[in-house]
């Protein structure tokens, strides 16, 4: 929704803000391509010298991918295999091999850098069905390999609550579908639940598909590397099932419960599957309300304002649809089908609406405040982030000073100032 007034009658006081910095614990310092041989040499016991092993790679903007790919392949290599890259990540990229090899090409996995072939192919193979009548589908360049090694990070799923969430037992049922198999699950997902859909399929393909295991990924709050972890397929379940946990309680959040005002600088697929992350929003993809509710677990969030979308996401806006207020330039920066394509297939429609924007910062920041009908936003609890894969350096209005969670460790710091807009209105880069 286009909004027809650019700049309000009289001016607004502002709250002033404050820079706020979270404490995390660090995470161990890996040296990730001696750790990558560390973790995959177990998985390699009985690996035919010669075999072709398909190297599953997603659309995640993971710390340290290229790094974390390139080495899987030496391993490999040295191990006598032949290696090849599958990108696995559903619809991601529009559906199309181009769009897919451009999304990894952002993150320095191509086949310049990695030195093996890429097979884009979204053609697939139908490998069975559930007892639901679901059929479970995989990449056919992948079939064509000796064995399937899936790289992922494993963190819990933005649509769904269970003991697994996003990793590689995610990556073999949607990510290696392709387009198909990702419509499938989630038209499975939406009459049977995510968890059992995601399981079921999951059983079909494990016994059909040459697994030689799984490189899985835990990251800490700062978006570290604090873990990784080689897994084979006769544990991938259980073991994933771990792994998610400690990557839940290392989940990043925001230090406070109530929010009036979040400004998220950008949002991308490359930082979320849904582009924002819930768990740090408190909104969900497929709708949310902003009525005060306490019953609602924090973050308790009245207003969510985006700026900005990711060059990495080339254009797929999804998740712009849990915003109450953007930019004229992130509307002109969305794909409309590429985001279409990833909404449809992810039946998350709401994701893909698009909020009501305006040409610039200011513009919406004052639409946010007048909304609230507070009797003085200048008072108004506001928190601005970079994004939802950044919360450790932040900035929080005065307001919100004395109401850090008792569970946080957040050292508040210098002199309380207003918002530095520039001369068209929008905000200078965030402080820290």
Partial sequence: MKNPESTPVEALPMPRMLLARQSFAPAPALDLAAETERQLTPLLEGLPSGATVAVAVGSRGITGLATLVRSAI??????????????????????TP??????????????????????????????????DGVDAVCSAAAL?????????????????????????????VVGLGKHEGAKRFHQAASRLGYEPALRSIAAVLKPNVPLLGGLAVVENQAHQTARLAGVLPAVLESAEEELCAEARALMPRLPFDEVDLLIVDRMGKNL????????????????????????QPPPRVRRLFVRDLTPESHGNAIGVGMA??????????MDARITSVNALTALSIQGAKVPIHFPCDRAAIEAALRSLALPDVATARVVRIRDTLSVETL???ESLAGCVRSDC????????????????????????
């Fill in 98 to 131: 181009a769009g897919q090899l451009a999304l990894l090409a952002d993150y320095g996995v191509s086949d310049a850098t990695c030195g093996v072939p890429f097979q884009p192919s979204m053609e697939v193979r139908c490998l069975g069905s559930t007892a």
């Fill in 324 to 333: 109450d207020f953007t930019t004229d330039r992130l509307v002109a920066a």
């Fill in 74 to 95: 030496d391993v490999l290599r040295a191990a006598g295999a032949h290696p090849f890259v599958v990108p696995a990540m559903g619809s991601h990229g529009g559906g």
């Fill in 409 to 432: 460790s957040v050292e508040i710091s210098g002199v309380p100032r207003p918002f530095d807009f520039d001369a068209e209105g929008n905000l200078a880069a965030a402080r820290g």
């Fill in 144 to 172: 064509q390999a000796d064995r399937i090694l899936l790289i992922n990070r494993i963190k819990p799923h933005t649509d769904f609550k269970s003991p697994i969430g996003s990793g590689l037992l995610k990556m073999l």
């Fill in 272 to 295: 979320s599957g849904t582009g924002m992350d819930p768990a740090i929003i408190g909104r969900m993809i497929h709708g949310y309300s902003t009525e005060i509710d306490p019953e």
């Fill in 395 to 397: 900035e929080c209005s």
